[in-house]
């Protein structure tokens, strides 16, 4: 199973809105609505921020919002603030009932 | 609230077998969850091992399945990864982790490295 495509860099000014994306295929993020997004700080084990596509842990900050459109996943932080800079991995249950990662994007906040 | 902590060798020979455990605590172990192994290299991204349930039944990522075993001793609120004839790609910080359909609940994570 091949990873899923995201960008490897994003940045963004503090309270503007930035989008990761996530690219996979109609056998992963396509197929399911098991799309999740996780947010991992240097040293620290990840922390799950979306779950089924768009809906959040108690916990997180609304300013925290996911969405999907065909094979394509999307992860929004609006309001970006200097603590939301991290890497942020998607995952995606898949039709041969294993998981995938994304690939990671390192989220800069100038 | 569950809480989940790896623990092993964190040095294991090249072509030995890596093995860690994974102790629930806070929560039981026969819940609906599933329970995961998951890597991450040195530098990298994650990499999805595997998952059993309960019942024993397990998932494995088809890259590594040929050389991964993941049990559960109910009785012990403990599930292991067992990882055969290693390399130096097998280098990584091994993460356990509760699921149900997103991996909700993490360890901290140890370290594991193949090196004679």
């Known amino acids: 199973q091949s990873a899923l495509t995201q960008p490897a860099s994003v940045s963004g000014s503090p309270g503007q809105s930035i989008t990761i994306s996530c690219t996979g295929t109609?056998?992963?993020?396509?197929?399911?609505?098991?799309v999740s997004w996780y947010q991992q700080h240097p040293g620290k084990a990840p922390k799950l921020m979306i779950y089924?596509?768009?809906n959040r842990p108690s916990g997180v900050s609304n300013r925290f919002s996911g969405s999907k459109s065909d094979n394509t996943a999307s992860l929004t932080i609006s309001g970006l603030q200097a603590e939301d800079e991290a890497d942020y991995y998607c995952s995606s249950y898949t039709t041969s009932s294993t998981y995938v990662f994304g690939t990671g994007t390192k989220v800069t906040v100038l | 609230q569950v809480q989940l902590q790896e623990s092993g060798p964190g040095l294991v020979k090249p072509s030995g077998t890596l093995s860690l455990t994974c102790a629930v605590s806070?929560?039981?172990?026969?819940?609906?969850?599933?329970w995961n192994w998951i890597r991450q290299p040195p530098g990298k991204g994650l990499e999805w091992i595997g998952e059993i349930y309960q019942t024993g039944n397990t998932n494995y990522n088809p890259s590594l399945k040929s050389r991964v075993t993941i049990s559960v001793d109910k009785s012990k609120k403990q599930f292991s990864l067992k990882l055969s004839s290693v390399t130096a790609a097998d280098t990584a910080v091994y993460y356990c982790?509760?699921?149900?359909?997103?991996?909700?609940?993490w360890g901290q994570g140890t370290m594991v490295t193949v090196s004679s």
């Open positions: 109609s056998s992963d993020v396509g197929g399911y609505n098991y």
């Open positions: 806070g929560g039981s172990i026969s819940s609906i969850n599933w």
């Open positions: 089924e596509v768009g």
């Open positions: 982790a509760s699921s149900l359909n997103a991996f909700d609940i």
